[in-house]
């Protein structure tokens, strides 16, 4: 199973969205992204929601091993 940081990662790249967007959309420095980015910084559950968030996904995809990613509206993207 890929660490949480990697499937972050992993759905961001898939999705075109920047390290600069996620940060700002946290309320947070691109410093503090990049940090979880690279698995130098371990995320809070309030600061996952808020990847998730940012991300347009449901937080529980980062804990699970399938490969695709379900949207909050149910659908689902392959990555």
């Given amino acids: 199973m ?3 940081y990697e ?6 790249k898939s ?3 920047t390290k600069t967007h996620i ?3 946290c309320g947070k420095t ?5 940090g979880i980015s690279k698995g130098k910084r371990q995320p809070n ?4 929601q808020e990847i998730a968030k940012a991300l347009d996904v449901d ?3 980062f ?8 949207r909050k509206n149910n659908s689902r993207e392959v990555i």
Wanted: glycine share 2%; no cysteine.
């Fill in 2 to 4: 890929k660490p949480v």
């Fill in 7 to 12: 499937k972050i990662e992993d759905i961001r």
């Fill in 15 to 17: 999705k075109g969205v």
């Fill in 23 to 25: 940060a700002k959309r």
């Fill in 30 to 34: 691109v410093a503090w992204y990049y």
């Fill in 45 to 48: 559950v309030e600061s996952l």
């Fill in 59 to 61: 937080v529980r995809i």
């Fill in 63 to 70: 804990f699970e091993d399938s490969l695709s990613v379900k």
